[in-house]
């Protein structure tokens, strides 16, 4: 069975005028350009507002976190951001004009040796870190501590180990407080 064939058309150029036979096409109605104006404008204003939104988190004049807070990593505590994050990772500049990724874990001590430290996060991730003599000073399994370290392979070495709950966490400070160093008045190993 054959389907029967529309007869073809010449190809219209747009804008030209029709074929000779052809009724021209009705132009847009009032109410049509209207409505593309508004979704055009409405198009616009989105992505400018998006563009403010992610502009105007940031912050001025200080190194910020991940999300634009400041803070180190985590942002400022409260507020149910990234501040209460158990763990994660973030890339921060290395101070030579290239990047590094860092994990960051708050925790408790499970092992502890002059070498490495194992933290558990309240949610059940556990991580070992080789860690410094020095970092290992004064901790003991069951401290809760926050860890800041860099990765290579599978292992962490941690480049901070703060003593305390999040290092801070009731002081309106991340671990870190702002530059890498530690929020006021809690004990931090580096090495």
Do not use: C
């Not at 480049?159 to 002081?171: C, H, I, L, P, Y």
């Amino acid at each position: 069975m054959t389907t029967p064939q529309a007869p073809s058309t010449p190809d219209q150029t747009w804008g030209a005028t029709p074929a000779p036979g052809q009724a021209p096409k009705p132009a847009w109605s009032p109410g049509k350009k209207i409505a593309a104006g508004a979704v055009a404008v409405a198009i616009v204003a989105g992505g400018g507002a998006a563009v403010w939104a992610a502009s105007s988190s940031s912050a001025t004049g200080t190194q910020a976190g991940p999300g634009g807070m400041t803070g180190g990593p985590g942002g400022l505590r409260g507020g149910g951001g990234l501040g209460t994050a158990l763990h994660g990772e973030y890339v921060s500049s290395d101070g030579n004009g290239g990047y590094v990724t860092k994990i960051m874990q708050t925790g408790e001590v499970t092992e502890l040796s002059a070498t490495s430290l194992t933290a558990k996060s309240d949610d059940g991730f556990s991580k070992t870190y080789t860690i410094t003599s020095a970092q290992a000073t004064g901790l003991a399994t069951g401290d809760t501590v926050t860890v800041v370290a860099t990765e290579s392979g599978s292992t962490a070495t941690a480049t901070s180990v703060t003593d305390g709950e999040s290092g801070g966490q009731g002081q309106g400070q991340a671990p870190g407080g702002g530059q890498g160093t530690p929020p006021s008045g809690a004990p931090t190993r580096t090495g």
